[in-house]
């Protein structure tokens, strides 16, 4: 205080000081002193006049605001009303480094980034000069060298008459938020670009619900090329039937139940309304309750059409095939027993030798009629299997008697290897004969003369082989994927010069998959001969007789089962295997379908698929149980999946078993009839049900 005294005396200055004291008990005060030195005539100090005030409250006022200030986790500040900084929080000093002393006046503006200075400083001269609250991005240097982003923003304060007394405002770190915006933004121009760029149509729809249910669905994003390949003009914020107003019901479903279910879905569908076919991925996109779905599409009307004109061609040829088939048989009649009348008649050794040659060439000729007669009810999916158990030692047994011809023809040596106990499969006789007699006669066309050719039968549970080996042409590597191609037949002339129409090989593939086999041939190379093994599922072993059956026959016992996939080949077939083996069994082709057969036909169990349209497996599985009179009804899923998630979901459902696609018949009986045994032997005894569980192929 002294020292403040001398020099307010020395320097001829008021004296203005802030100081503190301590007051009556002990207490500090802080005291404003003000004053200044009169002097005498000569200039000399006579005299101190002064006041001292208690600002003690105001003081600690102020100091509660600095602590509020300084506490705050945002850079607070305040001007005056000539636009200077009098106040910057600790804060400040924290980020930038920069000491409050530094940073007051126009201090700060040496923080901001030398590119968003000048318009920083002007913009906030401007907002001063108004009086109205401003907000400004620019970037500030932090204490560790780095520029961040950052909002300085600011509101007037007034006096007590209204006048103006500057700002109070505050800097907030925006940095992440920024760069992340910026991001994103980029991200949504290269988005809008391609979209613009790609020649596929997109669109964002919302879809508007009534009642619960899919009503309509509102456009609110299109890209460029969406109006070329809908036709439609300016979509945005009109709704699908606002522009199409007889537009299919379907497409609306379809959209919703995207949007509900959270599913993307892949399709190709037409629009009788909009004359059009489409290529269609939709995806949903954003929070499930806003129902948006994102459409990526093409207009493939063009190619629809072309595969129309492909399939009425093919089904033209078909047609043309069955046609020249049926025809051929009738000048094949009178040749072949011409030829007979020839050999019964003739003793002359060349007419013998001719009317031989002339019968085997019908017989040539016969069979490739067969031949194409075959591949055409294939090729329409009329050719249908009169399945029924049966050994495979019989099969080879014919084959090789109806091969007999071909094979002395070349003088092929033959070797026969089957077991001794029956190999038992569940197919059609004839047509297994044919897939043996195809491979034999393309071993004898395929091999020079007096090669060998060698047949043989082995089990390998849960399945049995047929291997025909001949040590023929062979076949190049690049080949061997292509010998089941319908009409191939070789790369080579010379390999085409031994006949055929190059259809047996592809009846071989195609009969012994619908056995619900496979086959597969294998050749070390040209000239090294070929391999051919057909692999057919084993037909389950026969019950073993119960006390009640003893001395009888072994059969099942007459159960109704349903059996429920929206492939009608696979519960078709599946439900053929299944009456062959002695059950009574009815078909349906959905969910829906499913549920209705159940309560009407009543069956001892049920063989669901779980994928199935307008009502899956799972929902179907429910609605039974609800709605069956007998509980101990068997429900079995039939599905490709079979992960835990999967076999947790089905025992939800109320699924008995769950079992892995593919799978043998005999494996479905086998559960079955577990199951029936366990739903009797619980009735009996009051035990719970099992859980159901995962039966995978073996």
Known sequence: MSRAVDEAIASNLPFDQVYRTVGP?????????????????????????????????????????????????????????????????????????????????YGWLEMVHPDDRAQAGARFQAANARREAFSLEHRLKHGNGQWRWVIDAGNPRWGPAGEFLGFAGSVTDIHDRYVAEQALRKSRERYVRLLGAIDEGFCVVQVLMVDGQPADYRFIETNATFERQTGLHEPLGR?????????????????????????????????????????????????????????????????????????EADRRKDEFLATLAHELRNPLAPIRSGAELLRSMGDNPTQLRCAEIIGRQAGHLARMVDDLMDASRISRGKLELRLAPLALQDVVRAAVENATEALGAGR???????????????????????????????????????????????VQPPVALLH?????????????????????????????????????????????????????????????????????????????????????????????VLVVDDN??????????????????????????????????????????????????????????????????????????????????????????????????????????????EREQGATAGRPEPPPESVAPR
């Open 25 to 105: 008990g002990g207490a500090l005060k802080w005291i404003h002193a003000m004053g200044r030195v009169l002097r005498g005539d000569k200039g000399e100090p006579r005299q101190f006049d002064g006041i001292t005030l208690d600002i003690t409250d105001r003081v600690q006022a102020q100091q509660r605001v600095r602590g509020f200030a300084d506490a705050a986790p945002a850079m607070l500040w305040v001007t005056e009303a000539d636009g200077f900084c009098s106040f910057l929080s600790r804060g400040w000093t924290s980020f930038t480094g920069q000491s409050e002393t530094a940073g007051l006046g």
């Open 239 to 311: 709704t699908a039937l606002e522009l199409v107003p007889g537009l299919e019901r379907w497409w609306i479903e379809t959209y919703g139940d995207v949007a509900l279910t959270g599913v993307a879905r892949r399709f190709t569908h037409g629009s009788r309304a909009m004359g059009r076919w489409f290529d269609v991925f939709a995806s949903p996109i954003g929070e499930r309750d806003e129902l948006q779905v994102a459409i990526l599409f093409r207009d493939v009307s063009q190619q629809v059409e072309a595969e129309r004109r492909l399939l």
């Open 412 to 458: 092929h040596p033959l070797s026969v290897d089957v077991p001794p106990q029956p190999v038992r499969v569940l197919g059609d006789e004839v047509r297994l004969v044919q897939v043996l007699l195809n491979l034999l006669t393309n071993a004898a066309r395929y091999s020079a003369e007096g090669r060998p050719v060698a047949v043989r039968l082995e």
């Open 468 to 560: 025909v080996r001949d040590e023929g042409v062979g076949i190049a590597p690049e080949q061997l994927q292509r010998v089941f191609d319908m009409f191939w037949q070789g790369g080579a002339e010379s390999e085409r010069s031994s006949g055929g129409l190059g259809i047996g090989l592809s009846l071989v593939q195609r009969l012994t998959e619908l056995h619900g086999g496979t086959v597969e041939v294998r050749s070390r190379g040209l000239g090294l001969g070929s391999e051919f093994s057909v692999r057919l599922p084993l037909a389950a072993a026969a019950p073993v007789p119960g006390p009640s059956q003893q001395g009888g026959a072994a059969t099942l016992q007459p159960r109704r």
């Open 568 to 677: 009608r080949d696979a519960a078709d077939l599946l439900a053929q295997v299944l009456r062959v083996m002695g059950y009574e069994v009815f078909t349906a082709y959905d969910g829906v379908e499913g549920v209705a057969q159940a309560q009407a036909l009543a069956p001892d169990a049920v063989v669901l698929d779980l994928g199935m349209p307008r009502l899956d497996g799972w929902g179907a599985c429910r609605a039974i149980r609800a709605g069956a009179q007998d509980q101990r009804i068997v429900l079995v899923a039939l599905s490709g999946w079979g992960q835990a998630a999967d076999l947790e979901r089905t025992r939800e459902a109320g699924f008995d078993r769950h079992l892995v696609k593919p799978l043998l018949p005999s494996d479905l009986v086998a559960v079955l009839e577990e199951v029936f045994q």
